[in-house]
């Protein structure tokens, strides 16, 4: 008697607790992501004994490593958004398929960013205002940090991938191992311990290039062995139009914010090497409590993918409810931690005055507002994982060319910084205010329409 076919996997998000499952993939994304950012702090912390000139090369370095993370968070939104349909809808060798040509395509473009970022990297520093002794290390840093792009996206969009399949714990546990090699190779390379050469700003970009292959290779693993991996080339260009028919927008919609980083920072060079320091510290203490806003929102993703796929859409309501209350509460824990504590985490890295009254006055102004930006954040990656990128796309250009860029040239013409900082707190409270209601309508009328017919 023949065996009966055993029905496809689904992956496991459109059954259990709401709430369970949000914890499970925000929880572990976040011990990724915050390990990732405390790796950079840890970066900080090591460039700042070498000297404020070195934190005010990283803080020029920043817009441009910044943009790498608009590539790779496309790909592996577009990717998740596809991948996790498909899983929700019961069809895990399209997951897989999915998954292996998303990786090739991920890997490419990191060729190519990393290519063109070190034969650029003068030019673009040089017009974001770096000068002198600040300008040569900038280069120099990002010369050997292009090597570790393709590296770079292969992890980031692995570790998407790994979320849309219904793996929660992975991910993170692999970020985060990545992010505490780095924190260890950083004082070896930087001031040149166990024997090796000292080799200053340089051997901070050596720390990262060494702890992205580690990371990959484990991710590499990992995928191998949850069997989401195939060997067959067959129905790339299918795979890749469809991919980035969400990671596409996605793209742009990333690249808009280095664009306006860039532009701040350009005002910011301005004031002086202290402020551009002393906001590059900011904004990395700060970008600690503002990874546990981007896990939350990207908790969603596989979450709403899978359970839209499955036509599961009270879960998608009661899914959105949760993480938009949590991203307001996280907001506001953050100011109180920040406004009592920001002085003294700041005087850690950098005692210079200069420095920490910039970075104080960040806190105190901007703080308050990343719950506002964390509720965005939310909108725009419900909109990616039902498959429908440009509102996304809508909402980050309304962000950065109607409000963000121009309130920031005008604050910084009638306050300096303390205008810019202003301009950004109100930015994204009018952008999170505006991003929920967007999407809630949005998808209140898709349900709509379905219970009608």
Known sequence: MAATPRPPRVAG?????????????????ALGSVALNAAQVGEAVFLGMVGTEALAAMGFAFPITITLFAFAG?????????????????DRERGAVLATHAQLLGFLVGVALGILGALFAADIVTALGAKGAVRDMTIAYLRVYMLGVPFFLLSIVG??????????????????????????????????????????IEGAA??????????????MIVMSRARILRRSLAGLWESWRAILHVGGPAIASGLINPVS??????????????????????????ML????????SSSIEPF??????????DRVRSALKITEGFCVVWGLFTFTVLALSGEFLVSLIDDNAIVVAVA???????????????????????????????????ISVLRTFVFYVPLCIVGNALWGYIGIFVATAITNVVMGVAGWYWNRASVMRFVARQAAG
């Open 13 to 29: 998000f459109t059954g259990g607790g709401v709430a369970g499952h949000l914890w499970r993939l925000g929880s572990f994304m």
């Open 159 to 200: 570790s998407t991938l790994l979320r849309a399949t219904g793996r929660a714990a992975s991910p993170g546990i692999v970020m985060a191992v990545g992010s505490i090699l780095q924190v260890l190779f950083c004082p070896i390379l930087i001031f040149g311990w166990l024997g090796l050469p000292a080799l200053g």
């Open 74 to 90: 496309g790909i592996g939104t577009g990717a998740s958004s596809v991948i996790a349909r498909a899983m929700g809808a019961g």
């Open 360 to 394: 104080v006055a960040f806190f105190l102004i901007v703080a308050p507002s990343i719950g506002g930006m964390g509720v965005m954040q939310v909108a725009i990656a419900c909109f990616n994982a039902r498959g429908k990128p440009m509102p996304a796309l809508t």
């Open 304 to 313: 709403v993918g899978q359970n839209w796929g499955g036509r599961r859409f």
């Open 289 to 296: 409590a503002h990874m546990i806003l981007w896990s939350a």
């Open 206 to 219: 050596w720390a990262y290039v060494a702890s992205r292959v580690i990371s990959v290779w484990v991710y």
């Open 261 to 286: 980083m860039l532009i701040v920072t350009r005002l910011l060079a301005g004031h002086g090497h202290e402020v551009v320091a002393g906001f590059n510290v900011a904004a990395r203490v700060e």
